[in-house]
């Protein structure tokens, strides 16, 4: 398996609650990257943290938002939590070598389940 | 925005058998190429990547795709399946303009021993 771990492992939440999921990247990498998953689906782009700036977003609101720390591990918030926020959100870190998406290495995910 | 399109949902296979796994994205600019792969109870992982250069590229466990731009393809191959192959496959484009990155919805491959 990969360096990368994501916090919690499950997590159960109710509508319109506000969420945070937490993951560190593998030594050596700076660059984080978000994905939402649901059942049956291929991964969303959500966005990209390189060097504590969000460099690139897919097509989630505002409500998504993210941190990166100087040790480049990695925070996701979803505020006003959905039905549809239900999913498992994974988490990748790379090194920028050609380009930021170069090798990711892909955390076990969160499962976020929303009620 | 991009798209990325798998054509086959569930891909059932003998071992030995020759795979392919259609991808077709849609986009005009530059793009970076991924096959990803996810096994029974682990973590995605790179298969293969394109970047630049030739065409034909190779990755682990005996697999390789060819981009042909002219069809904005990207399909993997694989001479002879093993039933250890037994995987989701995720096709994935990086559009260089706005650094966004498309996932397809996955090809389950089940190989029969």
């Known amino acids: 398996e990969t360096g990368v771990t994501q916090s919690p492992t499950h997590l159960i939440k109710t509508r319109g609650q506000q969420v945070t999921l937490r993951c560190s990247s593998q030594s050596g990498h700076n660059t984080v990257s978000w994905y939402q998953q649901a059942l049956g689906q291929g991964p969303q782009f959500i966005f990209q943290?390189?060097?504590?700036?969000?460099?690139g977003r897919g097509n989630f609101p505002p409500r998504f938002s993210g941190l990166q720390f100087p040790n480049y591990s990695s925070e996701l918030n979803v505020n006003a939590l959905e039905l549809d926020d239900s999913a498992l959100y994974l988490c990748a870190s790379s090194q920028e070598l050609v380009g930021l998406f170069y090798e990711q290495f892909f955390g076990p995910g969160t499962r976020l389940t929303v009620l | 925005a991009q798209s990325v399109s798998q054509h086959n949902h569930h891909v059932i296979l003998s071992e030995a058998a020759s795979l392919e796994l259609g991808c077709n994205y849609s986009y005009g600019g530059t793009v970076n190429l991924f096959w990803y792969v996810q096994y029974p109870g682990q973590h995605l992982q790179l298969l293969l990547k394109y970047f630049s250069g030739d065409p034909l590229v190779k990755g682990i466990k005996g697999f390789e795709a060819e981009f042909i731009k002219s069809k904005f393809s990207f399909n993997l191959r694989k001479p002879s399946v093993q039933w250890s192959d037994t995987a989701e496959y995720f096709c994935a484009v990086n559009a260089l303009s706005n650094n966004d990155m498309r996932f397809g919805a996955g090809t389950r491959l089940t190989v029969k021993p």
């Open positions: 943290y390189y060097r504590e700036e969000e460099n």
